[in-house]
């Protein structure tokens, strides 16, 4: 059974950091591509950070760039975003989702999804 598992979330003040994982079981990780995004309420989903399975990294959203670093482990079959100095409209739910090979930025292009970690950005 295909199954991805977000870890790791929760509330942290402004400038603190977070590291998020994505825990696959079921199947390999290493033919895939591994893309965060990101759901804040009442927002559509906002593609983050995605690293292909040749380890291509791409950044979509211009906002986390410098702060977010995205990575993975194919041995213990775990994608990570590591967040720092995060902000207040860093504040949604994130969410890991994989396709084979390349990256994308539509949600509607992965197969198969976590099902999110929250992550809250407040003083």
């Known amino acids: 059974q295909v ?3 977000e870890s790791g979330g929760g509330l942290v003040q402004p400038g603190g950091s977070l590291r998020v994982s994505c825990t696959a079981s079921g199947f390999s990780l ?5 893309g ?7 927002k559509d989903y906002e593609a983050v950070l995605c690293i292909s399975s040749s380890d291509f990294i791409t950044t979509y959203a211009d906002s986390v760039k410098g702060r977010f ?3 993975r482990d194919n041995v213990e079959n775990i994608g990570y975003l590591r967040m720092d100095n995060l902000e207040p409209d ?16 539509s949600v509607g292009d992965y197969p198969y999804w976590g099902q999110g970690t929250q992550v809250t950005v407040s003083s």
């Open 90 to 105: 860093d504040t949604a739910t994130y969410y890991c989702l994989v396709r084979l090979y390349y990256c994308s930025d």
């Open 36 to 42: 965060w995004f990101r759901q804040a309420p009442g």
């Open 69 to 71: 670093t995205i990575s």
């Open 3 to 5: 199954q991805l598992v």
């Open 30 to 34: 290493d033919p895939y591509a591994i």
